[in-house]
């Protein structure tokens, strides 16, 4: 068993559109999957991430917000948290987990993404396992 895609919400339109393509595409290097002709037209942008998938759907915007969100691994967290910072966003660190320095940060639409780096065995680092 495994994660095939996850699915997150973004405004209806082009302007929703082009800001997710810059986003996930451009800022975080995400290639652009073609959406299969049969639901082309639900308003759908597809990427690639490793052998998963990133499906952003239109959906009315909501302030139902919750805690909801992905991770993705990267290879230089502090380097991706830079990027970000200086695209004008604004990550922010949850409570830290050992062996896997994160942040938050909310993508254009305010969905939460995580963004880790796996350094080593939390359980170990936590009980000396």
């Known amino acids: 068993m495994y994660i095939q895609h996850v699915s997150i919400p973004r405004p209806p339109g082009l302007a929703s559109r082009q800001q997710t393509q810059v986003f ?4 975080l290097g995400m290639v652009e999957k073609p959406v299969p002709q ?3 037209h639900l308003d ?3 990427f690639g991430v490793g ?3 990133l499906h952003c759907f239109a959906e009315e915007e909501s302030d139902n917000r919750s805690g909801r969100h992905f991770c993705l691994v990267v290879d230089d967290v502090e380097a991706l948290r830079e990027k970000l910072v200086t695209a ?3 990550p922010w660190n949850p409570e830290g987990i050992p062996g896997r320095p994160r942040f938050f940060c909310r993508d254009p639409f305010g969905n939460i ?3 880790t780096t796996i350094v080593g065995d939390y359980l170990e680092l936590e009980h000396g396992l």
């Open 24 to 27: 996930y595409g451009g800022l």
């Open 38 to 40: 049969s639901i082309q």
């Open 88 to 90: 004008g966003y604004k």
């Open 113 to 115: 993404i995580e963004f």
């Open 44 to 46: 759908l942008v597809w």
């Open 51 to 53: 052998e998963m998938e």
